[in-house]
């Protein structure tokens, strides 16, 4: 069952919230005594997580459950990041928030608030770390957004406690709401694309160098395009600003500026500045999932 992406999340007593993980979605299957970890693409997660399929062993035979393999940074927060990298100092689990089957028995038509009282009362009482449950919270709204904001956790999701388990479905029934961290970035160029353009390239000065951080085509509308170009261009240049480019690689997640990469840019003198959202620093010094907010 997936999340619906949302710009804020319903309140009320038929709605319970849970914090957004930002790790790998995986079902744990034990079906004829032997524990199966895939991912939401169906790869084989028990090679990569040993230790998680170890302590699955113990769930009930013909069981199916839903969760997330998450990374704890070292101040205990999650981070994607650290999960993908192996970062040293982190420390990898699988939260737990669903049942699907259990004991053989399919129990995806029961409401979550059944489902939830099932996995607490039958399968998490024989399972240990690093498996651990989900938590949940059935609190004001505001105060768990204000407490995820100050934490520098990524966001917030709710589920209705009525809700049926539906495979594959983005029906609304769950939600997410991402409460990224946001700051001021410099524009240092674009990328070509249409009539406007595809990308706002961005920087941050350290010290009196401009250091490339990111890319980021996401949060734009047809409008706010045209207006951006109209004030880009008449502050275009030849040479690039960023001190740090080229760079060598084009990173996991293609926000690397190659010496390839840059023949698609267009440079600007940097004196326009982007209020950005975003996830997390990468290790290379990147932003992940960078959003224009205006």
Known sequence: MLLLPAETLPEGPGWTYEVKLDGYRALAIKTGGTVWLRSRNDKDFNRKYPTIARALAALPDETV????????????????????????????????????ILGGRDVMG????????????EVLPSLA????????????????????????????????????????ARSGAWRKMRLNRSEEFVIGGYTRGGRTFDALVLGRYEGSRLVYVARTRVGFTPASRERLMARMRPIEIQACPFANLPEA????????????????CVWVRPERVADVEFVEWTPEGHLRHARFVG
């Open 65 to 100: 459950i839903d969760g997330e393999v998450v990374a704890l940074d070292e101040a205990g927060r999650p981070s994607f990041n650290a999960l993908q990298n192996g970062a040293a100092g982190a420390s990898i689990f699988f939260y737990v928030f669903d049942v699907m």
């Open 110 to 121: 029961e409401a979550l608030a059944v489902r939830r009282e099932l996995l607490t009362r």
């Open 129 to 168: 770390d690093p498996v651990r449950e989900a938590p949940r919270f059935d609190a004001a709204l505001a105060d768990l957004i204000a407490a995820v904001r100050a934490q520098g956790l990524e966001g917030l999701v709710a589920k209705r406690l009525d809700s049926v388990y539906e495979p594959g």
């Open 249 to 264: 690689r084009g990173g996991r997640w293609g926000e690397g500026l190659t010496v390839e990469k840059m023949k698609e």
